[in-house]
Structure formats: structure tokens, C-alpha cells
């Protein structure tokens, strides 16, 4: 087989790398330090030769369209201790104009851009189970469009839960029953009272029975729901809640 006849039955696709941020506020930082002087550096492990066209795709929770720039590859970098990758310039002319346009118009939260995103705090002791219930509502999110878009903390215990709560904006609270330092029941109570946050949804959970359902209703939950819970269960749970 000649060289001909091997490159049409491997005809090259174009190269397409995703970067997630965590929120808006990072993409607007990451323009005004790196993307907006023209090109980037990507960490990938991913062997791209010098001259490799490739296309960006910039993405975040709550961003409707994720934005594409296209690039080419002008530099690499080989494994060190912050990891290998390739240094990418932007097209110049419109394709740049294009991603300074689509920045402002994240910066100025345009609805036809940008959804609102539920700032959730999840409060378990164990780990296990707030990375089942992080990783498993980021995976909702990139899997089905209609999914609300979320931007989550997690805490392991009812004093970090309610100094959460004073210093940072929360829509949504998923929170363990029993809990160390503070249980779960006095940190709704206190948001409820001391911290006057009646607008605050709050779903409880706990494998406790009757008798952890009544203390955290009692306390002021919206919502008991039985471990071992499951995601589905949470999300619609949190769909009915915020609307």
C-alpha cells in the first residue's frame, strides 16, 4: 500500500479539546489573564505536532452554547510536574473578535446565554457520598441539556455548613441528619432562624428512620428523603423545589 493509499483510509479528523471551568467568573478570569492576548497553553496528553489546527471549546455550568475558537498548535511542552501540553494560537481576525463578543456577553450574564445556576452546599460527613452526589449531578448536567445547572460545595460538618452559609450566596442545601461538631437538624433550625434564611430550599437526608425525618422537618426542611438515596430521586427532587 502506498503512502496514498494509507492516508485515504485514515483521513484525518479535526482535533476538538473541551476546557470545563467551574463557573463563568473563571472563563472571564482565564480571558483577562491568557485567552485574550490571542492563544493559550493546554495541558493535555494528547501528541499534537506543531501546526495542528485545532478547535477550543470553552464551557462552564449554566453556559447554554459552549463557545469554539479555532487555533493552531505553535508550541509543545513535554511531561514535567505541572504536566505536558501544547501551547495554541488563536485565529486572528474574526474568530477572535467572535470570542471577545461571546466573553461580554458572559460577563453581562445575557439570558440567551447564560442560565441561571443553582449554588448548592452539600453537607456529609462521608466522602463517598458527597462525591456520589457532586460527581453525579455534574454528570447529569453534561448529559441531558434540561438538567439545572449547578455550581456545588461540599462540607463535612454542621459548623462548616453554617459558616458556608454566612459567607457565601445558597440557593439549595442537601444535608445529612447526623452530622459531627453540629447535626443536621440545628444547622437548619439556625438557617432558618439566626440566619433568617427562610428562601433557602433545603433537602435532609439521614438512614435514621421516623425519628430523623421529624427532627429535620421539625427544624424547617422542605424535603426528608431515606439513604440509601438515589440520584434520580435527588434531582427531581431539586427541580420541584426551585421552581
Known amino acids: 500500500m502506498t503512502a496514498d493509499e494509507d492516508k485515504r483510509r485514515d483521513p484525518r479528523r479535526p482535533i476538538k479539546l473541551v476546557v470545563d471551568y467551574e463557573g463563568a467568573e473563571d472563563l472571564i478570569g482565564d480571558y483577562t489573564e491568557n485567552l485574550s492576548s490571542g492563544g493559550t497553553f493546554l495541558v493535555t496528553n494528547r501528541e499534537l505536532p506543531i501546526g ?51 466573553i461580554e456577553r458572559v460577563r453581562d450574564r445575557d439570558p440567551r446565554m447564560v442560565a441561571r445556576v443553582i449554588e448548592l452546599l452539600v453537607v456529609e460527613d462521608n466522602p463517598h457520598i458527597a462525591e456520589l452526589i457532586e460527581h453525579g449531578l455534574r454528570g447529569s448536567m453534561r448529559r441531558d441539556a434540561t438538567c439545572p445547572a449547578f455550581s456545588i460545595r461540599t462540607v463535612p460538618d454542621g459548623r462548616s455548613a453554617l459558616e458556608a452559609l454566612q459567607s457565601a450566596r445558597c440557593d439549595l442545601m442537601i444535608i445529612d441528619v447526623y452530622l459531627p461538631i453540629i447535626d443536621g437538624s440545628r444547622v437548619i433550625s439556625a438557617a432558618r432562624g439566626a440566619l433568617g434564611r427562610s428562601d433557602l430550599a433545603i433537602i435532609a437526608f439521614s438512614g435514621g428512620g421516623e425519628s430523623a425525618r421529624d427532627a429535620a422537618m421539625d427544624a424547617g426542611a422542605n424535603v426528608f428523603l431515606d439513604k440509601p438515596i438515589r440520584l434520580r430521586q435527588v434531582l427531581e427532587t431539586i427541580q420541584r423545589l426551585m421552581h
Not at 53 to 75: D, M, Q
Not at 76 to 98: K, L, M, Y
Open 52 to 102: 495542528t489546527r485545532v478547535s477550543i471549546v470553552l464551557s462552564f455550568p449554566g453556559l447554554l452554547e459552549p463557545i469554539a475558537i479555532a487555533g493552531t498548535v505553535r508550541w509543545t511542552r513535554g511531561q514535567t510536574t505541572s504536566g505536558s501540553g501544547v501551547g495554541i494560537e488563536f485565529e486572528p481576525g474574526a474568530a477572535r473578535d467572535e470570542l471577545a463578543a461571546a
